[in-house]
């Protein structure tokens, strides 16, 4: 979908698929005309119009104070990336420190000791890794020492960092649960059928 806003300017609506929920995502595009849309080779914004969502499936069972800042991420993202990029930043240094005892003197030095850890999927460290170069933290020091500072985006980096936020609570909290509640039922169905339960992997 495309309409005009003035000659040379041009706003698109695009459509996509959640990764990670499978859902359909609208944006709102608007740049400069490329003859046949918004020209992405240069500047250009994007901002999440649908769903305006500010809610993480399975929330129950994620700390709360980690929803709390995903879901202020989510909901100031179309307006202001800005603070949305700020907020998942320091949200992922959260993560990375308190769920994984990863603690150094930059975000980036603690993404590169993540990566290396042993039984971490790749799709998710090629995620995480991926932050550095979506953020360019090389030329934007202040997103790599003060996770916390409202600075200036790169296009697609703060819808990027919402995405592996997401899939990082897949991975630490929700799946974990989920095999520990089946690991649960299946016990029961083994106590009552007169078999030994399973055990937990040390």
Not at 8 to 13: A, K, L, N, P
Not at 61 to 89: N, Q, W
Not at 166 to 172: G, H, K, P, R, S
Request: net charge negative; glycine share 4%; with cysteine.
């Amino acid at each position: 979908m495309r309409a005009d806003k003035e000659e040379g300017y041009s706003v698109e609506i695009k459509y996509s698929t959640c990764p990670n929920c499978k859902k359909v995502v609208a944006y709102l595009v608007e740049g400069e005309e490329s003859g046949n849309g918004v020209n992405e080779e240069e500047e250009f914004t994007q901002t999440l119009i649908y769903p305006n969502n500010s809610k993480v499936e399975n929330s129950e069972d994620i700390p709360k104070l980690f929803v709390e800042d995903y879901e202020e991420a989510l909901k100031v993202l179309s307006a202001s990336p800005k603070a949305s990029a700020a907020l998942s930043r320091r949200l992922l240094q959260n993560i990375l420190r308190e769920k994984y005892n990863i603690n150094e003197r930059s975000l980036a030095q603690e993404i590169q000791k993540f990566i290396t850890l042993d039984g971490i999927p790749t799709h998710l460290t090629d995620a995480v890794d991926a932050i550095r170069n979506v953020g360019n933290f090389a030329a934007h020091p202040t997103k790599d020492k003060n996770t916390g500072e409202i600075v200036t985006v790169e296009n697609g980096e703060a819808e990027w960092l919402i995405e592996v936020i997401e899939a990082l609570f897949d991975f630490t909290f929700i799946q974990p649960i989920k095999l520990e509640r089946r690991r649960k039922e299946l016990n029961i169905k083994l106590e009552k059928v007169g078999k030994p339960e399973l055990k937990k992997k040390k």
